[in-house]
């Protein structure tokens, strides 16, 4: 049974309940009048719908309902605004409209529970990758809109959760912990690990640092959608990318799937000879160029900042 005071007994309830019931009810997914009688609002101030007047009061012009209508349509204007902003490429490729839709429906079905805005987005390629089938069903371009692709076969709504999937990855990455202001590993760090030492290296990746797989080449068009290009949407092909932070500018690298394979191990806490021996195993790899190429890689990850320190050297 709840303690939420009565209405007649108003005048002795904590300004904090009021506004805590007050939040209760404007952000209610499914709108006011429902919120009104959820059992969140309820557990602050039982109040019945019919009488919300003795807790709001109305306006010339407008119902308590009403007013408190406008606040829930503020709240949510926000939020779909916020939202634009944690994935602007995704709202260029989909249109203002279209995405305040699927934004909108995502807050009814993941609506936000956190005291902060970084966590709106972070369901968002989930709700896209869920919706899948939905968004077929809605894309009138198609000869039989009805029809679901099987999960194997990849089409535009795919193309879009990948797209949100990078986009969230920049908000964590930026929102996230990084290195600035501290030492990464150095040069003459890595000069003091003799050549024989190497392949019982494990190293410790800066705690910004992300990795992706994708089913399409998001990255590079992402790229020239901030550079005011108007690509075409990609056809599916297998994409990697890497995500870190550098005095507090998120930086992406297109990666090869080797390349990806060996920085996954190395992430996973690997040695450097086990990594490189895992990425060694990819199919049709040339060992010689393999070989030559590793020296660059580890140079260019350096250079960019993806490893903050030796964390060990295993016995051989």
């Not at 009810?25 to 003795?54: C, F, K, T």
């Not at 119902?63 to 709240?75: C, D, G, K, P, W």
């Not at 916020?82 to 995405?99: A, S």
Request: with cysteine; glycine share 6%; proline share 7%.
């Amino acid at each position: 049974m709840s303690d939420a005071p009565e209405p007649d007994s108003l005048s002795d309830t904590p300004l904090s309940a009021v506004q805590r019931w007050m939040q209760a009810v404007i952000s209610h997914p499914e709108g006011v009048e429902s919120g009104l009688g959820s059992p969140d609002a309820r557990e602050h101030l039982s109040v019945d719908p019919s009488q919300v007047e003795q807790v709001i009061s109305p306006s010339q012009a407008q119902t308590s309902v009403e007013r408190l209508a406008i606040y829930a349509n503020a709240y949510y204007a926000r939020l779909l605004e916020c939202l634009g902003e944690e994935f602007p490429v995704l709202k260029q490729t989909l249109g203002d409209e279209t995405f305040d839709a699927f934004a909108f429906a995502y807050l009814q079905t993941y609506p936000s529970r956190s005291y902060t805005l970084n966590k709106l987005g972070e369901n968002f390629p989930r709700f896209l990758r869920e919706t899948r089938g939905e968004a077929y069903a809605d894309d009138e371009s198609s000869t039989d809109a009805a029809a679901v692709p099987p999960e194997d076969v990849l089409g535009w709504p795919d193309f879009l959760v990948d797209l949100a999937t990078l986009e969230w990855t920049f908000t964590q990455v930026f929102d996230g912990p990084g290195v600035e202001g501290q030492p990464l590993l150095s040069a003459e760090q890595i000069r003091a690990i003799g050549p024989e030492a190497w392949p019982n290296v494990r190293l410790e990746m800066v705690p910004c640092f992300r990795l992706i797989a994708l089913r399409f080449p998001v990255n590079a068009y992402y790229a020239a959608m901030r550079r005011g290009e108007k690509p075409d949407l990609p056809a599916s092909a297998p994409s990697w990318v890497a995500v870190t932070r550098r005095d507090y500018v998120v930086r992406r690298h297109d990666l090869t799937e080797q390349q990806f394979t060996l920085l996954s191990a190395l992430a996973a806490g690997e040695t450097v000879g086990a990594a490189i021996e895992r990425a060694a195993l990819q199919p049709d790899t040339d060992v010689g160029q393999f070989a030559k190429d590793l020296s660059l890689w580890f140079l260019d990850w350096n250079i960019n900042g993806f490893f903050w320190c030796v964390l060990a050297q295993d016995a051989e």
